[in-house]
């Protein structure tokens, strides 16, 4: 065999530097802060090399002291110091460096390695699972990748920093904002009154939008979804499950060209209207809006398709239209509100992976009719109101006919828009406008119609 082969058999590691980690802490516990920035006891490949890290903890754990006698002993309690080497290699590794000012250094080597064998050991068992004709290979494909953001995750475990080098940090954040002068943090949605109370949806927040049928939940996430990317060209990605990806692109060319949406669907257009139709689909074309319209999409479809826009579009929110369609990966068997909890829990943690704003359309139950929605009101499962950062209803009284035969003549429709949870922040209800004509909402101080 010959060395190169022997190489690829060997998993990645480096007996020295595992070795020079240990010895530094030996020789100086305090170095202990620094190094569990990076390793734990399994990212050591030799198993003494494990057991001796494990028994530092311990002693480190009880407030004792760490020394070449407090460690041989704690070893010899827990019955490892003949699988460590034995006291003669243990008292070794003090000599195998002069000093403890580089074990910043040999952490990352050993931590360097860790993550190779960790990714070795995700490719086998996706080979290993591509062979079994028994699973699914998008699950395969989603294990895999849900596999490979944990050991992302893990590799940055944080630690304490100085104000001295936050500070300049901060300033420069404070000195962006006040540039742009833009009172957001997060993405603006468009409507003033909800991002003054908001500060626009933060990073890692799982939002739901709630409603009863025909209340305006799509015209509400498609008026946000628009006003972020055609406005202020920030990359959007909207999953809509309800409506096909055409039927979408015609509520959006009503809203943005202004044409009452009817005529568009029935064609009865005047010759006028082609420059303003025009005029709003080159603006929607410059736009960076990622649609989707998959039918039943599978909760680890819809996971694998949110990384990729994720990661190839670096899209900075994705609209859900709505949590109900996404169909779980459990048995059907399954009671529905334990599978509605299964989706929520995965698209809050996804939202934390991404580090991004999810916004889902949930519908309410039939008991809100006639009233103000609550979060008791939300349809199928109480996981979606803990699971949620910020809760939405839209709420306006519904027509009668004798409202809906004059409804043609109605240019808005005042809606509130109740904010009902914001974990980060206060709760208070918002007055938008509806435009029934073009199925879309704005700010009501600022609606001209």
Do not use: W
């Not at 070794?92 to 960790?118: G, M, W």
């Not at 050991?151 to 630690?159: I, L, P, W």
């Not at 100085?162 to 943090?185: F, M, V």
């Not at 500060?199 to 939940?217: D, L």
């Amino acid at each position: 065999m010959t060395a190169e082969s022997l190489k690829d058999k060997i998993p990645p590691h480096n007996n020295e530097a595992e070795m020079a980690t240990l010895g530094a802490l030996l020789q100086n516990p305090e170095a202990l802060g620094v190094v569990l920035r990076y390793l734990r006891a399994d990212d050591f490949y030799k198993l003494a090399h494990k057991k001796i890290f494990t028994a530092i903890l311990s002693l480190f754990n009880r407030g004792e002291a760490i020394d070449l006698l407090t460690l041989t002993e704690e070893l010899r309690t827990k019955g490892d110091l003949t699988a460590s080497g034995g006291a003669a290699y243990v008292s070794s590794l003090t000599s195998v460096v002069p000093t403890s000012a580089n074990v910043e250094y040999y952490a990352k080597i050993v931590q360097e390695n860790s993550l190779r064998r960790l990714m070795l050991k995700i490719a086998g068992e996706m080979i290993s699972s591509s062979h079994n004709d028994s699973l699914d290979s998008r699950a395969i494909i989603e294990e895999a990748e849900k596999k490979i953001f944990e050991v992302t995750d893990n590799q940055q475990r944080g630690g304490y920093r100085a104000a001295s080098e936050i500070i300049p940090e901060t300033i420069e954040a404070i000195e962006k904002l006040y540039r742009h002068k833009d009172s957001y943090t997060g993405v603006p949605s468009g409507f003033s009154e909800l991002d003054a109370m908001t500060s626009g949806f933060q990073k890692s927040e799982f939002i739901i939008i709630g409603a009863r049928p025909s209340v305006g939940k799509t015209a509400l996430a498609l008026t946000m979804a628009a006003n972020m990317a055609v406005e202020k060209k920030i990359p959007v990605g909207f999953f809509t499950l309800e409506m096909s990806e055409n039927a979408l692109m015609m509520r959006l060319i009503s809203s943005e060209s202004r044409i009452n949406s009817e005529k568009i669907r029935s064609g009865m257009l005047r010759t006028s209207d082609f420059q303003s139709l025009t005029d709003a689909a080159g603006r929607i074309y410059d736009a960076p809006l990622y649609i989707d319209d998959t039918p039943n999409m599978k909760l680890l479809d819809f996971r694998a398709q949110a990384r990729r826009l994720r990661s190839k579009e670096n899209v900075e929110v994705i609209f859900v239209d709505y949590i109900g369609l996404i169909e779980p990966e459990t048995k059907t068997n399954v009671p529905r509100h334990e599978q509605v909890a299964e989706i929520s829990r995965s698209l809050k943690s996804l939202a934390r992976e991404l580090n991004i704003p999810i916004i889902c359309l949930s519908q309410v139950g039939r008991q809100s009719e006639g009233k103000a929605p609550n979060l008791a009101d939300l349809r199928e499962s109480g996981s979606i109101e803990q699971d949620a950062d910020v809760v939405m209803f839209l709420h306006r009284q519904r027509e009668t006919d004798r409202d809906h035969d004059q409804s043609s003549r109605v240019t808005n429709v005042v809606t509130e828009l109740i904010v009902a949870k914001q974990r980060n922040g206060p709760i208070g209800t918002v007055r938008i406008a509806f435009l029934p004509k073009y199925t879309r909402f704005e700010n009501l101080s600022q609606d001209k119609e």
